[in-house]
């Protein structure tokens, strides 16, 4: 019989056993009979000689093998049969365990989708995307793309390939549109390991300037545009007013940092900042050739860009290359936030445990007595654990499994709610890596809370608890119920600071002065007439014309241009400094510099603080000015009159320009960010004042801004009409109210309040259902006691006054144990999100207040029950 | 409870039951008998510890057992034992047989006087 088998047949095996036996000893019992003694008498002596025959059996059971397996399906049998006998604890169990854990597995199909899941390219971990490092900045530079050319040509333990944006308008066939899209070198699709689903990716003759210009259309554009049609493959696309042949349609959800639906051949840019070692704009990602390692390729890149310093040391002294997995990169900075996420989850998963533990716990207690009897009938320790263990173990899988069918539905909205894009959000999705986790999660969270109650159970003073009958039996768990309530009430205590602490940033940071009048404000990025862009004339004509119809639009009050958006993603960091002679390479100050129109400080109701803003005068051939803001002003001027003083910016002009004007810093970073950010400097300079070579490319980044007396949304439709008739190719894209992006920039503060509010709930119920149950089950076993008192002339309010002491003592207790952690806890929160400041008493004063008092509440019940006891009634129990 | 009454070096019951079952089919009463019955009672096995024995052979595969009826006419549990137990049974008498040898040379030494 094989094992499985024999574990079917149990109960045949057993009668087997019963008969084998039997045999034994009848047939013994004959042979003595047979020798002479009589029947009683050859019974006993068979008997003796025997043993005792439940031993023996049992010894026979051992000896099967199996023993284990059917204890446990005896033990789960038997589990069962105690859980269904009390279905509102089960329930109450059950629930809190789904609950801890559903939030839990949520969290981790989260992790596990965006930051654990390798990449969907073949070895995708060995790829690598590529930064530039200098000691001020950090790793945040792109590459300059002859830097670019010189590694990728250099590097043997690397194939590299590069990338930068560049979107631009399509006008055929269909209507116009502006589109998102890559400038790619060749190699990008080879070194990624993707092919293209139609035709082919383009070939290194194409990556060049003056090659035929060639496209690689995404999946999207080709089903909006082509109607997926097998023939779009060398077609025509007019893309920036250039007809491009289509060579390839890139495999659907293909995308890099962003999505985007055309592809250009990076190489064939002929723009001024091509050729400019100063020009950081390239993304470079890597493959690792086969055998390299990190530290090979690390040494490598060490060594080629110490010699490209040597090279070209007034672009490249102090720059080093790092090389970080490309995952990171796509990823973004949403890391930690997942983990800590997680983390605040796993507390309240935490005290779901000790809730149910303290449960068990007073179930363990009251069934002292039946486990004692069982153990008096001869079952040993260990046996006694593993039943308790499996009751447990039981609980938690089937919390888990509810658990598993709360994540599935929490985690669709948790995507969609959280602030912007989640990265590689459509890799979220329940998996074996999930399953596997939350199997993991609810059996250890079965064997947590299901320990201390099994450690307990079989207690050795077997004789003293069968004497003593059940009820007065507390001792020892008095104080392990105590503990349980204290811990958990801890537990609350750090996340509802936590909640506190996102609660009182928020309401901090959103009374802060943006720095700019919000109200009636839109923005919108502008795509010209590709036709008007090739001559620098035609495009600054171009946009006056703009402005002036933009300008005659009823409802509109002021309008101006602008490259840099506050608070909308998009930046333009130049180095300066306020002295003739330059600091170290590398080493400037940063400013952050925005290109406008003079009309910009109205549009934007930006306060001047002195001298003048930008005026009709200040355009190409009159000298070369800028305004700075006060965070500038003061940086490099330490309260020296910066008005009249000059500005040495390399990336506007070799010689000095002249400061005509200090206007008020402007939280571009976001109301929370902007505090913390790196570049805090402000730079605007006139539009007017471009040089014709960069206009094509300024053209390409610009936005019209318009303050308006009108709801300013209204405004944007007649501005669209306006430019429909004007050349017909003109976009308006990626409108927005100032109010949204400010409001937006707090978005993920906002949501990590939400979720903390709603974890910091969870806890405060479960806390209190805890102390609830515990002062209930701990009054309840003082009945006697109270009635005693009671008997001895205690008042109901004495009595009361004793169970709320009790009570208050250890809500108390777990609040101190409670805020050291949170003290702790809050020092995380502050590395982790932008803005957070360490708690204030405040905070930790509200949040304790309300857990104190929510906790006396669910005190209060038992109190109120122990005030009524009868003492006739409760002595008669005793 | 029974406690262990005989002297038996570890695993040599295994190896007397084996034998004896080695003879032919045979039950477990009927063993314990033979047992009793071929040592002279030098050898007490327990018989609550046979049982276990038995389950424990069967087992690993080294016996097997049928459900037939006896002379008398009962239905016994009868053991006898597979190619495995034969081989088991063999590699086990000779390991025993050297053993013993080994154990009687000494103690014959020792008698004789060791110059």
């Not at chain 1, 039996?473 to 909640?499: Q, W």
């Not at chain 1, 406008?596 to 005026?615: H, S």
Request: aromatic content about 6%.
């Amino acid at each position: 019989m094989k094992w499985w088998q024999r574990l079917w047949r149990r109960n045949q095996m057993e009668e087997q056993l019963d008969k084998e036996l039997r045999f034994h000893l009848d047939q013994q019992t004959a042979d003595l009979i047979a020798q002479g003694y009589d029947p009683e008498e050859a019974r006993r002596q068979a008997r003796l000689t025997f043993g005792g025959p439940e031993q023996v059996k049992e010894d026979c059971r051992d000896a099967r093998g199996t023993r284990w397996l059917e204890d446990m399906w005896q033990d789960l049998r038997y589990s069962l049969r105690m859980l269904r006998r009390n279905p509102g604890f089960v329930a109450v169990a059950v629930l809190t365990l789904a609950l801890g854990s559903g939030a839990t597995t949520a969290m981790f199909t989260v992790i596990n989708g965006v930051l654990l899941k390798p990449l969907s390219y073949p070895e995708p971990d060995k790829l690598v995307t590529l930064r530039e490092h200098t000691e001020e900045y950090g790793d945040q530079w792109g590459f300059a793309y002859l830097s670019f050319l010189d590694a990728k040509h250099e590097s043997r333990s690397l194939a590299m390939a590069a990338w930068t944006y560049g979107g631009g308008t399509v006008t055929e066939p269909g209507e116009a549109e502006y589109v998102d899209g890559l400038q790619i070198s060749a190699e990008l699709f080879p070194v990624l390991g993707v092919t293209p689903s139609r035709g082919r990716a383009f070939l290194p003759e194409e990556d060049r300037p003056g090659a035929a210009p060639v496209i690689i259309i995404s999946h999207s554009l080709w089903q909006r545009r082509f109607g997926g049609s097998p023939g779009a493959v060398g077609e025509k696309l007019i893309f920036e007013g250039k007809a491009y042949t289509i060579v390839g349609i890139a495999p659907s959800g293909f995308q890099l940092s962003a999505e985007a639906d055309v592809f250009t051949p990076l190489g064939q840019n002929i723009e001024p900042r091509m050729q400019n070692r100063d020009a950081h704009f390239i993304h470079v990602l890597a493959r690792l050739q086969p055998g390299v390692t990190l530290r090979e390729t690390q040494t490598e890149l060490a060594l080629i860009t110490s010699h490209r310093s040597k090279q070209y040391p007034k672009s490249d002294a102090g720059r080093d290359v790092v090389a970080l997995p490309l995952r990171q990169e796509l990823v973004g900075d949403v890391r930690p936030t997942l983990w800590m996420l997680l983390g605040a989850v796993s507390l309240v998963l935490l005290i779901a445990c000790v809730n149910v533990a303290s449960l068990l716990l007073a179930r363990a207690v009251s069934r002292e007595r039946e486990l004692t009897v069982r153990m008096a009938l001869g079952a040993d320790r260990g046996r006694l654990m593993r039943q308790c263990l499996t009751e447990s173990a039981l609980l938690g899988l089937s919390g888990g499994v509810l658990g598993v069918l709360l994540a599935t539905i929490g985690v669709r909205p948790f995507v969609t709610f959280w602030p912007g894009s989640l990265p590689r959000a459509e890799e979220v999705h329940l998996d074996w890596r999930v399953l596997l986790f939350a199997v993991a999660v609810s059996l250890l969270s079965g064997l947590l809370f299901g320990l201390a109650p099994a450690l307990r159970a079989p207690s050795l003073e077997l004789e003293r608890v069968l004497r003593a009958g059940a009820r007065t039996v507390v001792g020892s768990s008095r104080r392990l119920h105590s503990g349980f309530v204290i811990s958990e009430i801890a537990l609350a205590v750090v996340l509802l600071v936590a909640a506190g602490m996102l609660g009182s940033m928020l309401l901090r940071v959103s009374s802060l002065d943006p720095g700019i009048n919000i109200q009636n404000a839109v923005v919108a990025r502008v795509a010209l007439s590709p036709s008007v862009l090739a001559s620098p004339t035609q495009a600054r004509v171009a946009w006056q014309d703009l402005l002036d119809r933009a300008r005659q639009l009823p409802g509109v009050r002021s309008v101006a241009l602008t490259d840099i958006v506050p608070m909308r993603e998009g930046e333009n960091n130049l180095s300066y400094w306020a002295t003739p002679v330059p600091p170290p390479q590398n080493e400037e100050p940063l400013a952050l510099a925005s290109s406008v129109t003079p009309d910009y400080l109205t549009v934007m109701g930006i306060p001047l603080r002195q001298g003048r803003f930008f005026n009709e005068q200040d355009r190409m051939g009159h000298e070369l000015v800028v305004v700075i803001d006060d965070a500038l002003a003061q940086h490099a001027f330490d309260g020296r009159e910066p008005v009249g003083k000059h500005l040495w910016i390399p990336a506007i002009s070799p010689d000095p320009v002249q400061v005509v004007g200090v206007v008020g810093h402007v939280r571009h970073w976001g109301l929370a960010g902007d505090d913390q950010s790196r570049v805090r400097d402000q730079i605007y300079y006139p539009f007017a004042q471009v040089p014709d070579h960069l206009m094509h490319f300024f053209s390409s980044v610009m936005s019209i801004a318009m303050r308006t007396d009108i709801p300013p949304l209204n405004a944007v439709e007649p501005l669209r009409r306006e430019m429909r008739t004007a050349a017909g190719d003109e976009v308006l894209y990626e409108v927005r109210t100032m109010e949204e992006l400010v409001s937006g920039s707090l978005a993920r503060q906002r949501f990590l309040l939400l979720l903390f509010g709603i974890f910091a709930g969870l806890a405060l119920l479960l806390a209190c259902i805890g102390v609830y149950g515990v002062l209930a089950y701990l009054t309840g076993q003082r009945v006697p006691e109270f009635g005693v008192r009671m008997a001895l002339g205690a008042s109901t309010g004495n009595v009361m006054q004793l169970v709320l002491g009790q009570g208050l003592g250890i809500i108390l207790t777990g609040v101190g144990v409670g805020t050291v952690a949170a003290l702790a806890a809050g020092r995380l929160l502050q590395h982790l999100v932008d803005g957070m400041r360490p708690a204030g008493p405040a905070t930790f004063a509200l949040m304790i207040s309300v857990l104190v008092g929510a906790g006396l509440v669910a005190s209060f019940v038992p109190a109120r029950r122990a005030s009524r006891v009868d003492p006739m009634t409760a002595l008669r129990q005793e | 409870m029974t406690a262990p009454k005989s002297d038996l070096p570890q695993g040599t019951l295994d190896l007397l039951i084996l034998k004896i079952v080695a003879l032919g089919p045979v039950h477990g009463y009927a063993i314990a008998q033979r047992l009793q019955q071929v040592s002279r009672d030098v050898v007490q096995v327990p018989q609550g510890s046979l049982y276990p024995a038995l389950h424990r052979l069967e087992n690993r595969d080294l016996l097997a057992a049928d459900w037939s009826e006896t002379e008398s006419g009962r239905e016994a549990k009868f053991y006898r034992l597979t190619r495995k137990g034969r081989k088991a049974l063999e590699t086990e008498a000779a390991s025993w047989q050297r053993l013993s040898d080994a154990v009687g040379l000494i103690l014959g030494m020792a008698e004789g006087g060791a110059q």
